[in-house]
């Protein structure tokens, strides 16, 4: 059986304030283009589907559009998806019976009441003969863990780990003998790496700290997990991935290449043989960093897109001694010159990046339109304590901001 892995779409994010409809458009063409030139027999969306949990009309059209596609333009056999933390799990099984019927299994929610087995579910082939089972596990809140009779002697970390892999047992248990079996899971593995506009989230229950995958894909011939958006493998495992974001979410990821993973899964159960299939980008991004003259200089000499070709993004950090008045202006103007657009603007002053340590009071970043909420909270931090928050204090804000944006959408 072929498996397509991809993750982390995050439909309706915008990037500094731009939208990404076409780009997100292009990536997900390409994705039904790999699916039915490579004759792919299951579809794997493990989590973060879209940006916020109340996405909007355009994004949700988009998802179920992508859905009918992948099963009758490239003739795919099962599509599986599961919820991440920035989508409300409610919502995505809402529509859980039509979709089945269309060969789409959708899990949003693990309640503490739920059945194991009900998170488990077969997979078929483009012929409809079942090949595989798969363990789907949404991503789990601190309610969707603890019971009545844990242990309340120990602390909440240790409480909501062992209550968060004694769930994943469960529903490994749950799968039946005899086929081979894909893990499906959204958390942060212990040694996973970040970037973009990730911060240090621990996915699993706000500040319960990284998760042991092994716990859910021991057994597995392929694993498929979301959350962390650089394309990796897993504690080492060849056959359990990240498959990575589907665009770039920061400009340290500019030359970071957009990936898929196909996986050919045994018959016999045994890990399955991978390959990455790069994604084309739909628009270039750069990030230019020096002194203001060499930061014009080389904005003078960006290569022209092509006729038609989507215009170029740019971050440009700056060096600088003193203010420069417009200088926001002055690199929009020389950018635009060259058909490229700076849709970002940092500076580093006295050779520290403003807000950093050591950068005095009245620093932080002027552009903070131009940043993430994460980043703002991380900059402060670093502004008023000289170090950046420590990982349970990142990953409260983090499950503080997802809570204020459903509420606020």
Known sequence: MKLLHTSDWHLGATFHDRARDADEEHALDQIIAVARDRAVDAVVI?????????????????????????????????????????????????????????????????????????????????????RAWCA?????????????????????????????????????????????????????????????????????????????????????????????????????????????????????????????????????????????????????????VGTLDVVQTTLRSLPEPAPGAPTPWLQAIVHLDTPVPGLTRLLGEAAGARDWSCVATHLQRGGTAAGTPGSGAGTLPPELDALAPAEVFRLLHQHLYHADPPPALAGSFDDLLVTVQAQKD
């Open 46 to 130: 493990s989590g973060d589907i879209f940006d916020t949990a109340n996405p909007g009309a355009a994004e949700q059209r988009r998802w179920y559009q992508t859905l009918q596609r992948l099963v009758d333009e490239a003739g795919v056999g099962t599509v599986v998806a599961i919820a991440g933390n920035h989508d409300s799990g409610l919502r995505l099984e809402g529509p859980r019976e039509l979709l089945a019927s269309r060969r789409v299994q959708v899990r949003g929610l693990l309640t503490r009441e739920a059945d194991a087995f009900g998170c488990v579910v077969p997979m078929q082939d483009r012929s409809g003969q079942q």
């Open 136 to 288: 789907l596990v949404p991503y789990l809140r601190e309610g969707d863990l603890l019971r009545a009779g844990d242990d309340v002697g120990e602390d909440r970390p240790q409480r909501l780990a062992r209550a968060l892999h004694r769930r994943w047992a469960e529903v490994r248990a749950a799968v039946p003998v005899g086929l081979p079996w894909i893990a499906v899971g959204h958390a942060f593995a212990t040694g996973g790496r970040l970037g973009g506009a990730e911060s240090p989230v621990l996915v699993e229950v706000g500040n319960l700290g990284k998760a042991d995958i092994a716990s859910l894909a021991a057994g597995s011939s392929y694993a498929a997990f979301g959350h962390l958006h650089q394309p990796q493998t897993i504690a080492g495992q060849a056959h359990w991935r990240y498959s990575g974001a589907l665009l770039p979410t920061g400009f340290d990821e500019a030359g970071l290449e957009r990936s898929i993973v196909l996986a050919e899964i045994p018959d016999d159960g045994s890990p399955a043989v991978t390959e990455l299939v790069p994604l084309i980008p739909y628009r270039k991004y750069q990030r230019v």
